[in-house]
């Protein structure tokens, strides 16, 4: 048998797993935030670094000793020539941790370094042909086709894109509370339900939370289940925001197909995100919307985790 680990770091979190060349998972392991560029380089290190020490523990109980092969990291963040410098010197301590001891064989060539968007299309998929649509705190469409060429849409940040993210939907949702309550907007079921689930005696005591209280992007996002709930209950006003992001991802996912794929063949696009899940039926909307436009679409849901792409990637740098 031969080993690889396959990686997905991300803002919040870090998961690793182990494989061999069956695609059997031995051994996963999660750890804290690996965006070196939010938390810098030493602890993005720590973090990969507890991942595939949990990892490779629990495949110790089936297999000992571990020889890796090959490694892929997908991290957030990693899209330029710069940053994969950065990833290879992070390679280069994980090969020399005595906290790991792992005997390590890898070549340049099976060394995988990619953005999380290209493991999340792997996974998702099961192959790294087709679209992902990321919609979480923030949001990105990716698209790869079979000549190897690859189109990005989105993924610009929480001030510069993210169109339709959780973060958008939850501002969009307070935006048009406060406009309802001026008078310039319809009346929303939105203004008491922000009040309910913050305590707030007045949707004027909002502005204490959101600036003196300096939340920040993720606080601000986790708020977008009110204005899905709000939606799904019939609400007007929250159901025109749910459209509005659904138009987004179409759009962008319009953008990718026109750009690198012929329309001749069947073309699977994964949904992965925590917006998919909400109550309004943003992930039927968007479905229906996108087969409309192109009828050989097949939007699905995730099959593995991105992690498990990373995987499949770092296998597939053995045969390459």
């Not at 979190?13 to 051994?27: A, I, W």
């Not at 069947?266 to 192109?294: D, M, N, P, Q, Y």
């Amino acid at each position: 048998m031969r080993y690889v680990l396959g990686i997905d770091g991300g803002g919040s979190k870090t998961v690793c797993v182990l494989m061999d060349n069956s695609r059997q998972v031995l051994g996963r392991g999660e750890a804290g935030a690996s965006n070196y560029q939010s938390i810098g380089i030493e602890a993005s290190f720590q973090s990969i670094e507890c991942a595939i020490y949990a990892a490779v523990n629990e495949a110790r109980k089936i297999i000992n000793p571990i020889t890796i092969e090959a490694i892929c990291l997908g991290l957030a963040g990693v899209g330029r020539a710069s940053d994969i410098e950065v990833v290879k010197k992070i390679v280069v301590e994980l090969k020399n941790s005595k906290f790991l001891s792992i005997n390590w064989a890898l070549h340049p060539v099976n060394i995988v370094i990619c953005n999380d968007a290209l493991i999340a299309l792997v996974g998702g998929i099961g192959h790294d042909v087709g679209i992902v649509v990321a919609v979480g705190t923030g949001s990105i469409v990716f698209g790869r086709n079979y000549q190897g060429n690859t189109k990005r849409v989105g993924g610009w940040g929480y001030i510069l894109g993210d169109e339709g993210s959780a973060y958008k939907i939850a501002i969009s949702g307070m935006n048009a509370a406060f406009k309802s309550y001026d008078g310039r907007e319809m009346p929303t079921s939105l203004i008491q339900a922000f009040k309910q689930h913050l305590g707030l005696q007045s949707i004027e005591d909002l502005i204490e939370v959101i600036y003196r209280r300096q939340w920040g992007v993720k606080q601000i996002a986790a708020l977008a289940p009110i204005i899905d709930f709000a939606a799904a209950s019939g609400d007007e006003v929250a159901n025109n925001i749910i459209d509005d992001a659904v138009e987004e991802f179409v759009k962008a996912t319009s953008t990718v197909i026109d750009a690198i794929f012929s329309l001749d063949s069947i073309l699977e696009v994964v949904t992965i995100g925590s917006v998919w899940r909400g109550r309004s039926k943003i992930h039927e909307r968007f479905s229906a919307s996108i087969i409309k436009k192109f009828p050989f679409i097949k939007v699905i849901c995730p099959r593995f985790e991105p992690a498990y792409g990373a995987g499949l990637l770092a296998l597939q740098s053995l045969i390459e």
